[in-house]
Nanobody, 127 residues
Framework: QVQLVESGGGLVQAGDSLRLSCAAS????????LGWFRQAPGKEREFVTA????????TYADSVKGRFTISRDNAKNTVYLQMNSLKPDDTGVYFC????????????????????WGQGTQVTVST
């Protein structure tokens, strides 16, 4: 069982940066693939980025490529999402997700592949 707790959300202006963190419980964190998803009001949850367990292969949604960076610190059981050049369209609740194993590519972008989810943190980008 893995418990995930996100933090770092807030209200920022367009063009600003923000870093989200997701702290996980458990002793086998390194064996989990981790993803970030977001959900805007009235919209479905969408994939943002993911990092695999083995080798740390990353996957990004086209909408955030070049602006967002996912990283993980296995010693701290934490995954990070560095968000730069934020846009109003980035507004939403950001969720951290985890699953045991090596998720890459299309599988990493599929929310059904993840068994563990955090409660979410709100990110609001104003114009």
């Amino acid at each position: 069982q893995v418990q995930l707790v996100e933090s770092g959300g807030g209200l920022v202006q367009a063009g600003d940066s923000l870093r989200l963190s997701c702290a996980a419980s458990g002793r086998t964190f390194a064996m989990y693939s981790l993803g970030w998803f977001r959900q805007a009001p009235g919209k479905e949850r969408e994939f943002v980025t993911a990092i695999a367990s083995l080798g740390g292969t990353t996957t990004y949604a086209d909408s955030v490529k070049g602006r967002f960076t996912i990283s993980r610190d296995n010693a701290k059981n934490t995954v990070y999402l560095q968000m730069n050049s934020l846009k109003p369209d980035d507004t939403g609740v950001y969720f951290c997700a985890a699953d045991f194993g090596d998720l890459r590519g299309m599988r990493a972008a599929n929310p059904d592949e993840y068994n563990y989810w955090g409660q979410g943190t709100q990110v609001t980008v104003s114009t």
